[in-house]
């Protein structure tokens, strides 16, 4: 049973304009929440996080959001370039685990 | 800068062999652990290590043996094979646990049983 879920396996948007992701959890024990970048061929790259105890972390072109009452984040890219085109992992934790979202591929269009 | 290292980056296995997929890191992190990524299923954690000499379980570590007996060195074994196991391994190490800090992947192991 996934309890970091990412409802969108893709996103295709254009270059310039702002890339959304979403990221739902179920476990209110989670307490800090991180999003991770992967291209192919790769392992994947830490991107932002934000804790539990704040509603918004910026760094860059890069915004995360969490809205703890919904059990819900989201990352804003804006703006999306070519180099932004990979896929996005949302993640959770309690405790030492790390619980990790399906991923969403993100296709940034020229 | 080495950062996280995986070998082999590919292997093909037999059900029923067994084989160890290595992973070294030259950052001085006390913790490390070893994820699998399936299609549609993110990185699930399998062990992990807090330290040189202590390890625990993760989400899905049936199939899988871990040893910390340096703190640069975190192998995973795979004791008996399956088709089930077929994935791509990624081990990763945070200089503290990775809930709050960065985590560093390596590249990553394709590992397929036939």
């Known amino acids: 049973d996934q309890q970091v879920k990412q409802n969108s396996p893709s996103l295709s948007v254009q270059e310039g304009r702002i890339s959304i992701l979403n990221c739902d959890y179920t476990n209110s024990m989670f307490d800090y929440f991180l999003w991770y970048k992967k291209y192919p061929a790769e392992g994947p790259t830490f991107l932002i996080s934000?804790?539990?105890?704040?509603d918004k972390n910026e760094d860059g072109r890069f915004t995360v959001f969490l809205n703890k009452s919904a059990k819900h984040l989201s990352l804003h890219i804006v703006p999306s370039q070519p180099g932004d085109s990979a896929v996005y992992f949302c993640?959770?934790?309690?405790?030492?685990?790390?619980?990790f979202g399906a991923g969403t591929t993100v296709t940034v269009r020229a | 800068n080495a950062g996280v290292t995986q070998t082999p980056k590919f292997q093909v296995l037999k059900t029923g062999q067994s084989m160890t997929l290595q992973c070294a890191q030259d950052?001085?992190?006390?913790?490390m652990s070893w994820y699998r990524q399936d299609p549609g299923m993110g990185l699930r954690l399998i062990h992990y290590s807090v330290g040189a000499g202590i390890t625990d379980q993760g989400e899905v570590p049936n199939g899988y043996n871990v040893s910390r007996s340096t703190t640069e060195d975190f192998p995973l074994r795979l004791l008996s094979a399956a088709p089930s196991q077929t994935s791509v391994y990624f081990c990763?190490?945070?200089?503290?646990?990775?809930?709050?800090?960065?985590?560093?992947f390596g590249q990553g192991t394709r590992l397929t049983v036939v």
């Open positions: 990763a190490s945070s200089y503290r646990s990775p809930m709050n800090t960065e985590a560093f």
């Open positions: 993640a959770a934790s309690a405790g030492h685990k790390l619980s």
């Open positions: 950052m001085n992190h006390e913790y």
């Open positions: 934000i804790s539990s105890i704040k």
